[in-house]
């Protein structure tokens, strides 16, 4: 199993540019999760899908768009990078049980992006 | 806003020595979850405990939890230097929306040989 696999792993931006990161999984989860990654700042939540068809904004949303195009695909959109957006990605999924997180979160290995 | 905070930003310890990392939080919670991240690479789930419960074991993890303190304990007995990571704690909100995790911005742990 592949567990989550997220692409590009590295990416060099200039600002105004887009791009977009993909994530995929193959456990059949209900739930994916966009994250950055900051230093001193923990993992802040950006977007996320609770189920297929279903998106939301988290902590920090701006400047970001997200497509959740299928159960195993959630992707996020930079339409106009800038140099704040430069930081590690993490995608992540997990069961969705009731409506409730009662599980964990299977994360991929990052994605690490530097907007010039 | 971090939901988590983690007690102490960072900690080195020797090998075989225990070491505990705190995680305080502000609002009532479903469950708590502890995640570790070796450098470079993405979160591990290490162990979740529920609001119900008071303390639960993985090998060498022992988790606690103080809802009335609002506060949980990581505890890694017999460290050794493959420990060397940096852990998460994350908590699922009890009310709203209850099905995202909310991290802490972790403890640097490192073992010494």
């Known amino acids: 199993n592949a567990g989550v696999t997220q692409t590009p792993k590295f990416q060099v931006l200039k600002t105004g540019q887009s791009m977009t990161l993909q994530c995929a999984q193959d456990?059949?989860?209900?739930?994916m999760y966009w994250y950055r990654q900051d230093p001193g700042m923990g993992l802040r939540l950006i977007y996320y899908s609770a189920s297929e068809g279903t998106t939301d904004k988290g902590e920090v949303p701006n400047g970001y768009n997200v497509s959740r195009l299928n159960k195993r695909e959630f992707s996020l959109r930079l339409e106009s990078a800038a140099p704040s957006q430069t930081s590690v990605y993490f995608c992540?999924?997990?069961?969705?049980?009731?409506?409730?997180?009662?599980?964990?979160?299977?994360f991929g290995e990052g994605s690490r992006l530097t907007v010039l | 806003s971090q939901q988590g905070e983690e007690d102490p930003q960072a900690l080195s310890i020797q090998e075989g020595e225990n070491a505990t990392m705190n995680c305080s939080y502000k609002?009532?919670?479903?469950?708590l979850q502890w995640y570790r991240q070796n450098s470079g690479r993405g979160l591990v789930h290490l162990i979740l405990i529920r609001s119900n419960e008071r303390e639960k074991h993985s090998g060498r993890l022992r988790v606690t939890l103080d809802t009335s303190k609002k506060s949980s304990s990581l505890l890694i007995t017999a460290s050794r230097a493959a420990d060397t990571a940096s852990y998460f704690c994350?908590?699922?909100?009890?009310?709203?929306?209850?099905?995202?995790?909310?991290f802490g911005k972790g403890t640097l742990l490192t073992v010494n040989p």
């Open positions: 992540a999924s997990s069961v969705l049980a009731g409506g409730l997180n009662t599980g964990e979160l299977f």
């Open positions: 456990m059949n989860h209900n739930s």
């Open positions: 609002t009532s919670i479903n469950n």
């Open positions: 994350a908590t699922v909100g009890s009310g709203g929306s209850n099905y995202k995790l909310t």
